[in-house]
């Protein structure tokens, strides 16, 4: 007797199908490399071009494996870390959980393989429509931590990240030489837990504003310390980023699913870092995969965008940025610039306009003054 064939789940080749193809089509764009550098230290305008014309640039090979190990350790130490859950105080050995002290929000919670963001008032309603949320495994917890803000308070290996000499190169040749600080954190993919993000632009202030431009509300810069995957990863409409505010709703309903057709992920090997416009219409689906992704987020926008403007979306909104508050929460650049140059002495450090020339230093007392700094974190 013939055993009958197993039945396939064509909603799950569908699926698999949309990943394979997204990830072609995403390796086939003139947006990946190493970051070069001239003698003087300018960043190679195709890049910069590239940057521009897709909205998003893949560096290959930025942190060395040391650097890397650096990350996956306090990575693994801040897991450790945790509350055992939102309302507790400490973490699963007893002790005072990570950021119990600090009075900004740290720690974003979501049910496993859960959309917190979609279709919520979140971040001032951008995450328009909720995306699917598969079912985890029995063994689950309740909840999850997939985003912690404020990392350079928590970890040694991600200040020094932040003061990687060719990303701040990068970040002066987009957003100017006098380029401030946004946000930073980890968001957290964990494998057949990680949260969904569902698809929505970053910045909420400059959209309607006279002088807005493909750059007014700056980049994100997304180092990968396990690398990403379709499966795992973010993905991005290229482009989208010039076109203003998109009607997200709209879109999906015209496309007839939440797989956007003309999205593509971002792939990365361990060590890459992308630089990816904030103004991007962007998204990531439930981690149902078995791989983790790590990634280690550091935010800078123009100067002009910030100075003299009252903040939105989810930190520090209801602020008005002032010479003084911009000082106060660039002052991290510089921390981690010497941080950097402490680890790597024999690597030419960046030298960032706004602090040049002042005697910055990375100790106890600059450890005390990173306490609780995503409070000063700037939102447009």
Same mark, same amino acid.
């Given at each position: 007797?013939?055993?009958? !064939? ?9 699926? !698999?199908?949309?990943?394979? &193809? ?15 550098? #001239?003698?003087? *230290? ?8 590239? @940057?521009?014309?897709? /909205?998003? @640039? ?7 494996? &040391?650097?890397?190990?650096?990350? &996956? ?15 507790? %105080?400490?973490?699963?050995? /007893?002790?005072?959980?990570? $950021? ?5 929000? =740290? ?10 963001? /979609? ?54 040749? +987009? =957003? *100017?030489?006098?380029? +401030? ?7 957290? %993919? ?48 290229? *482009? #989208? ?35 990816? =416009? ?5 998204? #990531? ?18 100067? &002009?965008?910030?100075? *003299?403007?009252?903040? $939105? $979306?989810?930190? #520090? ?6 010479? !003084?508050?911009?000082? %106060? ?6 921390? !981690? ?44």
């Amino acid at each position: 007797m013939n055993s009958a !064939a197993p039945e396939r789940n064509t909603e799950q080749d569908d699926v !698999a199908a949309y990943m394979a &193809e997204g990830k072609s089509r995403a390796l086939a764009l003139d947006n990946r490399g190493p970051i070069h550098r #001239s003698a003087s *230290g300018e960043v190679d305008p195709a890049i910069i071009d590239a @940057y521009w014309h897709h /909205g998003f @640039y893949v560096f290959e090979n930025v942190f060395r494996e &040391e650097e890397l190990r650096d990350l &996956e350790t306090d990575f693994k130490g801040i897991l450790e870390r945790l509350p055992t859950d939102r309302e507790s %105080k400490i973490d699963s050995k /007893g002790r005072p959980a990570l $950021g119990i002290d600090c009075k900004g929000e =740290n720690l974003y919670w979501s049910k496993p393989l859960g959309d917190p963001w /979609g279709g919520t008032s979140f971040g001032q309603g951008r995450h328009a429509v909720k995306m699917d949320e598969p079912t985890p495994g029995q063994d689950a917890p309740k909840e999850i931590v997939f985003l912690l803000i404020g990392s350079l308070q928590f970890s040694d290996a991600c200040l020094r990240a932040y003061g990687h000499p060719d990303l701040l190169a990068v970040s002066a040749a +987009v =957003n *100017g030489p006098d380029f +401030v600080p946004y946000t930073d954190g980890l968001f957290i %993919k964990a494998p057949g837990l990680g949260a969904s993000v569902a698809w929505h632009q970053d910045g909420t202030t400059h959209w309607d504003s006279p002088d807005w431009h493909q750059g007014s509300h700056g980049f994100n810069l997304m180092g990968q310390i396990y690398g990403c995957t379709p499966e795992n990863g973010v993905w991005v409409v290229p *482009g #989208s980023h010039k076109l203003g505010k998109v009607d997200i709703k709209t879109k999906i309903a015209e496309a007839g699913t939440i797989y956007l057709p003309d999205a593509v992920p971002m792939v990365c090997a361990p060590g890459d870092v992308v630089i990816s =416009n904030r103004q991007l219409l962007h998204g #990531s689906f439930a981690n149902t995969s078995d791989q983790w992704r790590v990634t280690v987020n550091m935010g800078c926008l123009p100067r &002009e965008a910030v100075l *003299g403007v009252r903040g $939105g $979306g989810i930190v #520090s909104a209801e602020m008005t940025y002032d010479e !003084a508050h911009i000082e %106060k929460r660039s002052r991290a650049i510089a921390y !981690a610039i010497d941080a950097r140059r402490q680890m790597y002495p024999d690597e030419a450090p960046f030298v960032y306009e706004p602090f040049a020339g002042r005697d910055i230093k990375w100790d106890q007392t600059a450890r005390e003054a990173l306490h609780d700094y995503s409070v000063m974190d700037m939102s447009v």
